[in-house]
Nanobody, 121 residues
Framework: QVQLVESGGGLVQAGGSLRLSCAASGSIFRVNAMGWYRQALGKQRELVAH???????NYADSVKCRFTISRDNAKNTVYLQMNSLKPEDTGVYYC???????????????WGQGTQVTVSS
């Protein structure tokens, strides 16, 4: 199976920065698109940023110009640089990846375990 391992979450003051990372591991043949979602308490999970295998990116309007998504294809890793953090950025952040498992001929979506980001005012 494929699993995603996240790191970098924590507690910061408003205006601070965090860098999240998520590495796909296991029996992987290829990783295609990767992305970050977040879920605030009592709210639905929402897309934060997305990056294709070719490097094209999309961002939620609320984080555009503050967050940057990037990837290292050789390491099957996606990053989320978060600057100028606001209290409303607080939530559990999840990475995901569309990947093909070794020996398989199809693509499926995998999710990380989530990491807590808390921004104090």
């Amino acid at each position: 199976q494929v699993q995603l391992v996240e790191s970098g979450g924590g507690l910061v003051q408003a205006g601070g920065s965090l860098r999240l990372s998520c590495a796909a591991s296991g029996s992987i043949f290829r990783v295609n698109a990767m992305g970050w979602y977040r879920q605030a308490l009592g709210k639905q999970r929402e897309l934060v940023a997305h990056i294709t295998s070719g490097g094209s990116t999309n961002y939620a309007d609320s984080v555009k110009c503050r967050f940057t998504i990037s990837r290292d294809n050789a390491k099957n890793t996606v990053y989320l640089q978060m600057n100028s953090l606001k209290p409303e950025d607080t939530g559990v952040y999840y990475c995901n990846a569309d990947a093909v498992r070794t020996g398989a001929s199809y693509l499926r979506l995998y999710w990380g375990q989530g990491t807590q980001v808390t921004v104090s005012s």
